[in-house]
């Protein structure tokens, strides 16, 4: 049986998993693959640094460079842009193909990956970048080869969906939801990336190249994060019938794609509704298939490995019995349309004055700028901050983001508007 040497650079979580289960399942990645998977090193910054038990400490080094020069397959698990980015062009020009699960680099630089893998005739694999453990790369990618995509909405981090649900579900305030997800190792010291909605971004940019075969990068993305989600917005959409989630969103329309990761108003009975905890899931939309939906474990050591090893089990098959793995499809090439061109419904909270008329002036608002309301409803909320408001909860119907920020300046600026309280996306069933 042929041989194919495996370098890993990078031994955290994720990486002490897939050593552990390259070791302990070798006979079964040898029968998948046609090839005896041989774990020949793997690079760490600190090789004097404590391990699991499970990492033979003789396979360590800190020397990266000579081991992705002697490997078949490398799978990076460094993360970040540099070094991560000249190991897997390294490895390509060596002719080893590469693995990663590296969203950040994807987003910034993977067209440049992509051709330089095609150059090398080696594969590019990237299915734990998006989802953990949900082959959701493998079902845009090829599962789906053969349908025409028209949405792909999601929960892609899993951070920020335990922090909302546990607003939702426990009552509690963002901070102590973060702290608890802290806690819990699911968010970093520095929750950025994950709560600013960055690390979804990034996974919204690979799936939407994916879905629409057309080149994405992040700065594609409107951002919008989870910060200024207080409990009492988290009320307010129960009340109507909604959870909040952090979802990401790239829809084709006339004109091109709509992407976007933001806090999302969906009914409680979407099917995304009932994504809870640190899980994640994806919709998608296609035009034969109709909706499919993927769920399960996107983060966590085990869980992405085992998106990982699939890639590898793929790349080690090419290496014994020929092929490649997909390549960069891009001939959509669909625009992308910038924020204000795209389309959605919205919920706006506003605090107004209690007094003949107001609503003729904040319905004629919406009129005047061509925004039409689908439902308005009115409440009195005691806060201890600003004494009890008279609130208007208006929905609209699908409305231009253009035309919805023309009217939110214009509310704004209002006599009879006190606050404008939130503005939240809506996503219907
Ligand atoms: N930090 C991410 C999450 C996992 O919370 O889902 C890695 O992308």
Redesign the pocket.
């Known amino acids: 049986m042929k041989e194919v040497k495996v370098a890993l650079l990078g031994c955290g979580t994720v990486g002490t998993q897939v050593a552990r289960l390259l070791g302990e399942q070798a006979e079964e990645f040898a029968a998948r693959s046609g090839a005896k998977l041989s774990l020949v090193g793997i690079a760490v910054r600190d090789a004097s640094a404590p391990r699991d038990p499970a990492i033979d400490t003789a396979l360590l080094t800190e020397d990266a460079e000579s081991l992705v020069d002697d490997a078949d397959i490398v799978i990076e698990l460094i993360g970040g842009i540099e070094p991560a980015r000249a190991h897997i062009l390294r490895a390509f020009a060596a002719g080893a193909s590469v693995v990663t699960g590296n ?1 950040a680099l994807l987003a910034a630089h993977g067209p440049e990956l992509y051709e330089a893998a095609a150059e090398a005739d080696v594969d590019l694999y990237y299915e734990a ?1 998006v ?2 453990a949900i082959p959701v790369v493998y079902g845009l990618r090829e599962s789906l080869a053969g349908d025409r995509i028209t949405q792909v909405l999601g929960i ?7 922090i909302l649900d546990e607003m939702t579900v426990a009552g509690l305030s963002f901070d102590e939801a973060l702290a608890q997800a802290q806690e819990l190792g ?3 010291a520095d929750p950025t ?2 709560v600013d909605g960055l ?2 971004a990034a ?1 919204c940019a690979i799936l939407a190249s994916l879905a629409f075969h057309t080149r994405v990068a992040l700065d594609d993305v409107h951002v919008h994060g989870i910060r200024e989600i207080a409990a009492e917005d988290i009320k307010a959409a129960a009340a109507s019938g909604h959870v909040i989630k952090l979802l990401a969103n790239a829809r084709r329309r006339e004109g091109g794609i709509e992407l976007s990761v933001g806090p999302t108003l969906i009914p409680v009975d979407h099917p995304l509704a009932t994504v809870h905890g ?1 899980f ?1 899931a994806v919709v998608i939309e296609a035009e034969a298939a109709d909706r499919l939906m993927f769920y399960g474990r ?2 966590g050591g085990a869980p ?1 490995a085992s998106a990982v090893l699939s890639d590898v089990v793929a790349a080690a098959a090419h290496k014994v019995s020929g092929g490649h793995a997909p390549r960069e499809l891009i001939y959509g090439a669909l625009p992308i349309l910038p924020p204000a061109e795209t389309i959605a419904r919205f919920q706006l909270e506003l605090a107004v004055e209690d007094k003949i008329g107001v609503l003729t002036e904040v319905s004629g608002v919406f009129a005047k700028h061509g925004v039409s309301i689908s439902a308005v409803a009115q409440n009195y909320v005691r806060s201890d901050k600003r004494g009890e408001t008279c609130r208007l909860t208006v929905t609209t119907h699908e409305a231009l983001r253009r035309d919805l920020e023309a009217t939110l300046a214009e509310l704004e600026a209002s006599s009879f508007v006190a606050e404008v309280v939130h503005v939240i996306r809506v996503e219907e069933n």
């Open positions: 969203k970048a989802a953990g892609v981090n899993g951070t920020t969906n335990y699911y968010a970093e990336a994950d690390d979804a996974k640190s994640n996107g983060a992405t």
